[in-house]
């Protein structure tokens, strides 16, 4: 027997803005749909529960569909995650999926999803990208030809200690605005999709060294350990900014005087470049995070270390773009070990 409660949530469901629907979990029909999926999809109500997903869905987010629906039969959880659907009138709208599967005899038999239209949050999000690409451009166009002259103006001063100094502070300065230009502009990339990575052959050893010697006169001591055989196929310019960054990392919040460690070695499948420092480390309440967009630790902002939280997102992007892995092992007071894999194939 249907309870009062069972017609009010009923109710409630055809009055919510969100499209809310259930689907069989082996045929991926329609079973149900409120007002809002009819909205949505600008089909009827009746034509909804004759179709399937796979009709309503742009063919290529029909795999992440299929993946997201097969984790639900060994996951009770609700997932989020975005894809596209084609409305009646052949329109493409972007949505935000939310799912749930519902289960028999612990047996999952249908998935309740709720789809929520996300088109003008993706303008907006397009909008603010060009924005900042476009001043982070104009701020690093007369960066250059600030570089440029203070190059000049270092080697007129040469004898001049008080106004080199001077300079070497500008210099500093200059390339900080710099550097955070080129993480905004990155980010932007990542965030429309348009980042991109080219490959070619190079020797992982060597490119090791090159960011160590750049950093050498930035810290006490920089050790390497290990040797691989195998040439690398990667962006080489892409991984010597991820090894830059976790080096960087590593000298700014390690301890000082204590040597940073960096490993480098391979199995039969990937190639694993680690380092480590003996700083603060990382409290595991905030590991799972260190690697999101913004995230510093509260050891680094209250040692008011100065930092945006960019550069660990950016290492991740490369670094699975490569189709390889990095990840955190810390423990608090001892230090902390970024690491990151490279696929050989
Ligand atoms: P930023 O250093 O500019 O803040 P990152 O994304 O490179 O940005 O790092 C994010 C945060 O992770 C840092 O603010 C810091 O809190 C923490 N972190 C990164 N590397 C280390 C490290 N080696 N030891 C301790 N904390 C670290």
């Known amino acids: 027997m249907k309870t009062p409660e069972h017609y009010q949530y009923k109710s409630l469901i055809e009055q919510l803005n969100d499209a809310v629907y259930t689907v069989n979990f082996d045929s991926l029909n329609f079973t149900s749909a409120n007002k809002a999926a009819e909205k949505l999809t600008g089909y009827s109500r009746k034509e909804l529960l004759s179709m399937t997903v796979a009709q309503i869905i742009v063919p290529e987010y029909l795999p992440t569909v299929k993946k997201m629906i097969s984790l639900k039969a060994k996951n009770e959880q609700s997932t989020i995650y975005e894809i596209e659907i ?3 009138n052949g329109h493409h709208i972007p949505v935000e999926i939310s799912s749930l599967a519902l289960y028999n005899l612990n047996k999952p038999v249908e998935i309740l999803g709720v789809a929520r239209n996300i088109k003008e949050r993706k303008e907006i999000e397009q909008q603010r990208n060009i924005f900042i690409s476009l001043i982070s451009h104009e701020i690093k166009n007369p960066l250059t030809t600030i570089n440029g002259y203070l190059e000049i103006l270092k080697r007129h001063l040469k004898n ?24 905004f502009l990155d980010i932007t990339q990542m965030k429309v999709g348009k980042f991109r990575i080219f490959k070619e052959p190079f020797d992982l050893n060597l490119a090791i060294k090159e960011v160590m010697e750049a950093h ?7 050790m390497l350990k290990g040797k691989v055989k195998t040439i690398i196929n990667a962006d080489r310019n892409r991984i010597c900014q991820v090894i830059t960054n976790l080096l960087s990392n590593s000298i700014k919040y ?12 391979e199995n039969t499948k990937e190639l694993i470049v680690q380092i480590a420092d003996s700083g603060p480390g990382i409290p595991k309440s905030e590991q799972k995070q260190i690697f999101d967009l913004f995230v510093r630790t509260r050891g680094a902002l209250n040692s008011k270390t100065k930092g945006h939280g960019l550069g660990l997102f950016i290492c991740r992007e490369i670094i699975t773009l490569h189709k390889g892995k990095i990840w955190l092992e810390s423990i ?8 990151f894999s490279l696929p050989k194939h």
Do not use: A, C
């Not at 001049?160 to 993480?183: C, G, P």
């Not at 050498?216 to 920089?222: P, R």
């Not at 390690?254 to 070695?265: A, L, N, R, T």
């Open 86 to 88: 084609i409305q009646k």
């Open 160 to 183: 001049d200690s008080k106004s080199l100094n001077y300079l070497q502070t500008i210099s500093r300065q200059t390339d900080s605005i710099n550097n955070l230009m080129n993480d």
């Open 216 to 222: 050498n006169s930035d810290s006490g001591e920089i």
């Open 254 to 265: 390690g301890s000082d005087g204590e040597p940073i460690i960096i490993s480098v070695k």
């Open 332 to 339: 608090p007071g001892q230090g902390s070990t970024f690491s």
